[in-house]
Nanobody
Framework: VHLVESGGGLVQPGGSLRLSCAAS????????KNWYRQAPGKGRELVAA???????NYADSVKGRFTISRDNAKNTVWLQMDSLKPEDTALYYC???WGLGFNYWGQGTQVTVSS
């Protein structure tokens, strides 16, 4: 299973980015699909989750600003990030999880929010 994130970059405060996570070697529909982030000197934080049944969950810090979605036909997970803040600066990781034995990570994509 291979996950490739893209879409990160440098953006000004208040701007938007759309991260994508393209999966190969499996089909994403059975998994819980997660986006995590890790800022320098901090632990990895769950930002958004999307279950196989379509339920979503967001960290309080991003509620109302971030939206997780997926396209099963394209085997891709998205994270739309709006109204970005400097504190959103981090390395963002895509994760697929199913049960106890199936847990896959991408390599991460850097998001930097700065003027």
């Amino acid at each position: 299973v291979h996950l490739v994130e893209s879409g990160g970059g440098l953006v000004q405060p208040g701007g938007s980015l759309r991260l994508s996570c393209a999966a190969s070697g499996t089909t994403i529909n059975i998994y819980t699909k997660n986006w995590y982030r890790q800022a320098p000197g901090k632990g990895r934080e769950l930002v958004a989750a999307l279950t196989s049944s379509g339920n979503t969950n967001y960290a309080d810090s991003v509620k109302g600003r971030f939206t997780i979605s997926r396209d099963n036909a394209k085997n891709t997970v998205w994270l739309q990030m709006d109204s970005l803040k400097p504190e959103d600066t981090a390395l963002y990781y895509c994760n697929l999880r199913w049960g106890l034995g199936f847990n896959y990570w991408g390599q991460g994509t850097q998001v930097t929010v700065s003027s």
